[in-house]
């Protein structure tokens, strides 16, 4: 923390709060209650921009979404009880996320609970985020101190104010200014054996995940792969950073068959800020068994058992130090171009995704046709919020996403749906470039977020809506259904949401057939403003390869139980 102070001037505790904060940030995401009414009115003679919604758990939500879309910090806010307990599983998701985020909510009374209050801070530690409650005397120097936790640690926190303090006059303050977050180029051990690993390598493999995007290390590991000849690849939330010769797309369910061949063929690994999750490595599968794994990460610890070597580092600090290491100390023992040529070849033969078909059993339009017919259509500048569902998959798989912050992909963290309408209303408000949000959700968990599609009508400058209808929850129709469980709880009646779009203030159309998106295409051809949602009626037929690939090792660790 820097020496340097700053004077806090006459404020209320909500003041406080709201001044120290506008020093972070500019975006407030919420619904007003009793608990927040004085911050709120504080915020806004502060200037900080206020986004209303219109269920609670969109608060934190949008707040989430907004940093993933910008990597700038927001907060969301709720009333104490209810409406911060409506909050918990955005909460819980940012917490799993790793996404900074502050939810700023009233409390109950410093001089005791109400008989209506619950313990706040202790619901909030299960969900594993620290609570910070303010006081009349450190009203700043706690605010600053939840949001610096919620950036160093990169995890949501609540910032409470309890009830009866909001309106009381704060004390004054005086408070360090905070200290820059700087990239060092100090690196844990084991960097050098790294470098000599990679320049021995004949089939390297660089795999980057959202650590290294956080980091700004797209640069330099593609200056790493291009000088080691490597083949590159990106998780889901990294997606494109690497892009350029040697690029092998998404890494796991989202990738083609052809891609995750060519990773199991090599003989070393570098992973830069990705933990490698059950999804990334295709279940285990993804590494070959004779592959030597680097992990860089600014975890203390590998995040996988897979992992040979291990390296305590910023991304794009070891991937300085790597450069460095490879110009200098370490030769380079093969020829660096011979195993992207040959990816260049398996690669023009191998099988794309599968493109879709134009007839399915019940007549409704294959999701996979439907997702490669939108990217056609859609601008071309787009920043894709995807809700958790089945239909996960088609954006990454089938949509041009330009950049990794432009795929905001929400729920899959705590595996819940419902969060993507909230989301999109954050990231339409952090998309300021011109770009067209874009939000794919399915029916069910559309129908969770339902109120706030009245929040994106009003928040988004461009959004199109892309509803994947198949009158089911559709995971559970193609993991339970299958196993002949009754399928009554898992199907939804249909739902009209182009009449509700329209009712609400957006335009919109049902979508049968792929000729349907003429109506979007007209739409967008006219400018593209204000919201358009798409209710795309699909067929439950079509199974996503990346569930069929979960299923199989759900099977399979179900067998090793039983057996």
Request: charged share 20%.
């Given at each position: 923390?820097?020496?340097?102070?700053?004077?806090?001037?006459?404020?209320?505790?909500?003041?406080?709060?709201?001044?120290?904060?506008?020093?972070?940030?500019?975006?407030?995401?919420?619904?007003?209650?009793?608990?927040?009414?004085?911050?709120?009115?504080?915020?806004?003679?502060?200037?900080?921009?206020?986004?209303?919604?219109?269920?609670?758990?969109?608060?934190?939500?949008?707040?989430?979404?907004?940093?993933?879309?910008?990597?700038?910090?927001?907060?969301?806010?709720?009333?104490?009880?209810?409406?911060?307990?409506?909050?918990?599983?955005?909460?819980?998701?940012?917490?799993?996320?790793?996404?900074?985020?502050?939810?700023?909510?009233?409390?109950?009374?410093?001089?005791?609970?109400?008989?209506?209050?619950?313990?706040?801070?202790?619901?909030?530690?299960?969900?594993?985020?620290?609570?910070?409650?303010?006081?009349?005397?450190?009203?700043?120097?706690?605010?600053?101190?939840?949001?610096?936790?919620?950036?160093?640690?990169?995890?949501?926190?609540?910032?409470?104010?309890?009830?009866?303090?909001?309106?009381?006059?704060?004390?004054?303050?005086?408070?360090?200014?905070?200290?820059?977050?700087?990239?060092?180029?100090?690196?844990?051990?084991?960097?050098?054996?790294?470098?000599?690993?990679?320049?021995?390598?004949?089939?390297?493999?660089?795999?980057?995940?959202?650590?290294?995007?956080?980091?700004?290390?797209?640069?330099?590991?593609?200056?790493?792969?291009?000088?080691?000849?490597?083949?590159?690849?990106?998780?889901?939330?990294?997606?494109?950073?690497?892009?350029?010769?040697?690029?092998?797309?998404?890494?796991?369910?989202?990738?083609?068959?052809?891609?995750?061949?060519?990773?199991?063929?090599?003989?070393?690994?570098?992973?830069?800020?990705?933990?490698?999750?059950?999804?990334?490595?295709?279940?285990?599968h993804l590494i070959g068994p004779d592959s030597t794994v680097v992990q860089i990460d600014t975890a203390l610890d590998a995040t996988h058992p897979r992992v040979d070597l291990f390296v305590s580092a910023d991304a794009k600090a070891a991937a300085r130090g790597l450069l460095r290491l490879l110009d200098g100390s370490?030769?380079?023992?093969?020829?660096?171009?011979?195993?992207?040529?040959?990816?260049?070849?398996?690669?023009?033969?191998?099988?794309?995704?599968?493109?879709?078909?134009?007839?399915?059993?019940?007549?409704?339009?294959?999701?996979?046709?439907?997702?490669?017919?939108?990217?056609?259509?859609?601008?071309?500048?787009?920043?894709?919020?995807?809700?958790?569902?089945?239909?996960?998959?088609?954006?990454?798989?089938?949509?041009?996403?330009?950049?990794?912050?432009?795929?905001?992909?929400?729920?899959?963290?705590?595996?819940?749906?419902?969060?993507?309408?909230?989301?999109?209303?954050?990231?339409?408000?952090?998309?300021?470039?011109?770009?067209?949000?874009?939000?794919?959700?399915?029916?069910?968990?559309?129908?969770?977020?339902?109120?706030?599609?009245?929040?994106?009508?009003?928040?988004?400058a461009s959004a199109v809506v892309v509803i994947y209808n198949d009158a089911a929850y559709g995971a559970e129709i193609h993991q339970y259904g299958s196993q002949g469980l009754t399928e009554k709880p898992m199907l939804i009646p249909e739902v009209d949401f182009s009449g509700i779009a329209r009712a609400l203030g957006?335009?919109?159309?049902?979508?049968?057939?792929?000729?349907?998106?003429?109506?979007?295409?007209?739409?967008?051809?006219?400018?593209?403003?204000?919201?358009?949602?798409?209710?795309?009626?699909?067929?439950?037929?079509?199974?996503?390869?990346?569930?069929?690939?979960?299923?199989?090792?759900?099977?399979?660790?179900?067998?090793?139980?039983?057996?």
């Amino acid at each position: 923390m820097a020496s340097k102070i700053s004077a806090m001037t006459s404020l209320t505790v909500s003041g406080r709060v709201a001044q120290v904060l506008s020093g972070y940030l500019s975006d407030i995401f919420g619904v007003m209650g009793n608990g927040n009414a004085y911050f709120l009115d504080a915020a806004e003679k502060q200037g900080l921009r206020f986004s209303p919604v219109r269920h609670e758990g969109a608060a934190i939500a949008a707040a989430d979404a907004y940093y993933r879309a910008s990597g700038r910090l927001a907060a969301g806010t709720t009333t104490y009880g209810p409406g911060y307990t409506n909050a918990l599983t955005a909460l819980a998701e940012a917490v799993q996320a790793q996404i900074p985020a502050v939810l700023v909510t009233g409390d109950a009374p410093s001089s005791g609970a109400r008989p209506w209050d619950v313990d706040q801070a202790a619901i909030a530690a299960g969900l594993g985020a620290e609570t910070f409650t303010v006081t009349r005397e450190a009203a700043g120097a706690i605010t600053q101190q939840a949001v610096e936790y919620a950036l160093a640690q990169r995890t949501a926190v609540v910032l409470a104010i309890p009830y009866d303090l909001a309106a009381l006059e704060a004390a004054e303050e005086q408070l360090p200014v905070p200290a820059a977050l700087e990239v060092t180029d100090d690196v844990d051990g084991g960097l050098e054996r790294a470098a000599e690993l990679l320049a021995g390598a004949a089939r390297p493999l660089v795999l980057a995940g959202r650590g290294a995007h956080l980091a700004g290390a797209g640069p330099e590991l593609r200056e790493l792969a291009d000088r080691l000849g490597a083949l590159t690849a990106g998780t889901a939330l990294a997606l494109n950073l690497l892009q350029g010769e040697g690029y092998l797309g998404v890494a796991g369910g989202f990738g083609t068959d052809t891609a995750a061949g060519l990773m199991g063929e090599a003989d070393v690994v570098l992973v830069a800020g990705a933990s490698l999750s059950q999804f990334t490595m295709r279940f285990g599968h993804l590494i070959g068994p004779d592959s030597t794994v680097v992990q860089i990460d600014t975890a203390l610890d590998a995040t996988h058992p897979r992992v040979d070597l291990f390296v305590s580092a910023d991304a794009k600090a070891a991937a300085r130090g790597l450069l460095r290491l490879l110009d200098g100390s370490v030769p380079r023992v093969r020829d660096a171009g011979a195993w992207r040529a040959e990816a260049r070849t398996r690669l023009a033969e191998g099988e794309a995704h599968h493109p879709g078909s134009a007839v399915t059993p019940d007549g409704r339009l294959d999701p996979r046709a439907l997702a490669v017919a939108l990217d056609a259509v859609l601008p071309e500048r787009r920043t894709v919020v995807q809700d958790g569902g089945h239909f996960v998959g088609w954006a990454p798989m089938y949509w041009r996403i330009p950049r990794p912050q432009d795929l905001v992909m929400v729920g899959t963290a705590y595996q819940a749906i419902g969060l993507g309408l909230a989301s999109a209303v954050g990231a339409a408000r952090a998309v300021e470039d011109g770009r067209t949000l874009v939000l794919a959700s399915g029916d069910g968990g559309f129908l969770m977020g339902l109120s706030d599609l009245e929040s994106l009508v009003g928040a988004a400058a461009s959004a199109v809506v892309v509803i994947y209808n198949d009158a089911a929850y559709g995971a559970e129709i193609h993991q339970y259904g299958s196993q002949g469980l009754t399928e009554k709880p898992m199907l939804i009646p249909e739902v009209d949401f182009s009449g509700i779009a329209r009712a609400l203030g957006a335009e919109s159309a049902v979508i049968r057939s792929v000729a349907d998106l003429s109506a979007l295409k007209d739409w967008i051809d006219a400018g593209a403003k204000g919201t358009f949602v798409a209710d795309c009626r699909i067929t439950s037929t079509v199974r996503a390869p990346w569930l069929d690939e979960w299923m199989r090792a759900s099977q399979a660790a179900k067998a090793a139980v039983a057996g």
